[in-house]
C-alpha cells in the first residue's frame, strides 16, 4: 500500500506515521508525508496511491479544496479531523471514513481495516461522484447515476443526458467498480461481477432466453443478474 498523510500539526503527524506503521505491517510499501495542499495535490497528480489520510483545516486553508479536486481519483480517503461537525459533508464526496481527533489505535486500525477488505461499505453514501474532463472535474449526483459497469480498472457511470442532443452519457471515472461500490449508497447493488445497479432505477427482473437473469431499468436498459445474486436481488425487488 502506498500512503499518504496530509496533516499540519506535526506531533498528529508523527503520531499518524508511527500508528500507520505499526497497524499496517508489512502492507505498507510506501508512505509519504505533507503539511501543505499544494504540494500535497502536485504529488497526488503524479504518483499512484492507494490511500490518502487528510485533515480538513491545514494552516488555515479548507481540506475539502483538496477532496473535492481529488475525489476522481482511484484511491480512497480516510479524513482525520477535528471537525466532527464536518464528517456528513465529508461523507457525501464519497470519502470512505471520518476518523474524529483525538483519536485512538483502534480506531484508526479499524478505519484501516474498512480499506483493506472488500464490501466494506462507507458508514454514509455519497452524494456525488466525479469525473475528469479535460481540466476540469464534473460533479455528478448520485441518485442521477442508473447503473455502473467495470472498465477495465475504471467504472463507466451511465446516467441521462442533460446537456447534450443525447439522451444517454456514459462518464468514467478512476476508482475501479469495487472501490466505487464501497462508497456508494445501499440503494446500489452490485447484481453481477462487472455491474452495480440503482434499485431505485429498476422496472423488473426477468428471466432472458438461454435461463439468463435480467434487470429491466426504467431507461430501457437490460442488465445481466449474477447466478450467484438473483435470490439476493429478487428480495429487494420484491
Same mark, same amino acid.
Given at each position: 500500500?502506498?500512503?499518504?498523510?496530509?496533516?499540519?500539526?506535526?506531533?498528529?503527524?508523527?503520531?499518524?506515521?508511527?500508528?500507520?506503521?505499526k497497524?499496517?505491517?508489512?502492507?505498507?510499501?510506501?508512505?509519504?508525508?505533507?503539511?501543505?495542499?499544494?504540494?500535497?495535490?502536485?504529488?497526488?497528480? /503524479?504518483?499512484?496511491?492507494?490511500? =490518502?489520510l487528510l485533515?480538513?483545516?491545514l494552516?488555515g486553508? *479548507?481540506?475539502?479544496? +483538496? !477532496?473535492? @479536486?481529488?475525489?476522481?481519483?482511484?484511491?480512497?480517503?480516510?479524513?482525520?479531523?477535528?471537525?466532527a461537525?464536518?464528517?456528513?459533508?465529508?461523507?457525501?464526496?464519497?470519502?470512505?471514513?471520518?476518523?474524529?481527533k483525538?483519536?485512538?489505535?483502534?480506531?484508526?486500525?479499524?478505519?484501516?481495516?474498512?480499506?483493506?477488505?472488500?464490501?466494506?461499505?462507507?458508514?454514509?453514501?455519497c452524494?456525488?461522484?466525479?469525473?475528469?474532463?479535460?481540466?476540469?472535474?464534473?460533479?455528478?449526483?448520485?441518485?442521477?447515476?442508473?447503473?455502473?459497469?467495470? /472498465?477495465?480498472?475504471y467504472?463507466? =457511470?451511465?446516467?441521462?443526458?442533460?446537456?447534450?442532443?443525447? *439522451?444517454?452519457?456514459? +462518464? !468514467?471515472? @478512476?476508482?475501479?467498480?469495487?472501490?466505487?461500490?464501497d462508497?456508494?449508497?445501499?440503494?446500489?447493488?452490485?447484481?453481477?461481477?462487472?455491474?452495480?445497479?440503482?434499485?431505485?432505477?429498476?422496472?423488473?427482473?426477468?428471466?432472458?432466453?438461454?435461463?439468463?437473469?435480467?434487470?429491466?431499468?426504467?431507461?430501457?436498459?437490460s442488465i445481466?443478474?449474477?447466478?450467484?445474486?438473483?435470490?439476493?436481488?429478487?428480495?429487494?425487488?420484491?
Open positions: 500500500m502506498h500512503l499518504v498523510i496530509v496533516e499540519d500539526e506535526p506531533l498528529v503527524q508523527q503520531r499518524l506515521l508511527r500508528l500507520s506503521k497497524i499496517l505491517g508489512e502492507k505498507l510499501l510506501k508512505i509519504s508525508v505533507f503539511d501543505e495542499l499544494n504540494e500535497a495535490e502536485a504529488y497526488l497528480d /503524479e504518483h499512484c496511491v492507494d490511500l =490518502l485533515d480538513l483545516n494552516q486553508r *479548507d481540506g475539502f479544496s +483538496l !477532496l473535492k @479536486n481529488q475525489m476522481a481519483a482511484s484511491y480512497h480517503t480516510i479524513i482525520v479531523s477535528a471537525y461537525d464536518k464528517a456528513i459533508d465529508a461523507f457525501e464526496y464519497g470519502v470512505l471514513d471520518f476518523v474524529a483525538p483519536f485512538t489505535e483502534q480506531r484508526l486500525s479499524a478505519a484501516f481495516q474498512r480499506v483493506l477488505e472488500s464490501q466494506q461499505r462507507s458508514d454514509y453514501g452524494r456525488f461522484l466525479s469525473v475528469k474532463i479535460a481540466q476540469r472535474v464534473e460533479l455528478v449526483p448520485v441518485s442521477d447515476v442508473s447503473f455502473v459497469r467495470a /472498465e477495465g480498472h467504472s463507466e =457511470l451511465n446516467l441521462p443526458s442533460v446537456d447534450s442532443q443525447d *439522451d444517454w452519457k456514459t +462518464l !468514467l471515472h @478512476n476508482k475501479s467498480i469495487d472501490k466505487i461500490s462508497v456508494l449508497p445501499e440503494n446500489f447493488s452490485r447484481v453481477h461481477r462487472s455491474y452495480l445497479v440503482n434499485m431505485n432505477k429498476v422496472k423488473q427482473l426477468s428471466i432472458a432466453p438461454g435461463g439468463r437473469y435480467m434487470l429491466e431499468l426504467v431507461s430501457g436498459h445481466p443478474v449474477g447466478r450467484t445474486r438473483y435470490k439476493e436481488i429478487m428480495e429487494k425487488i420484491v
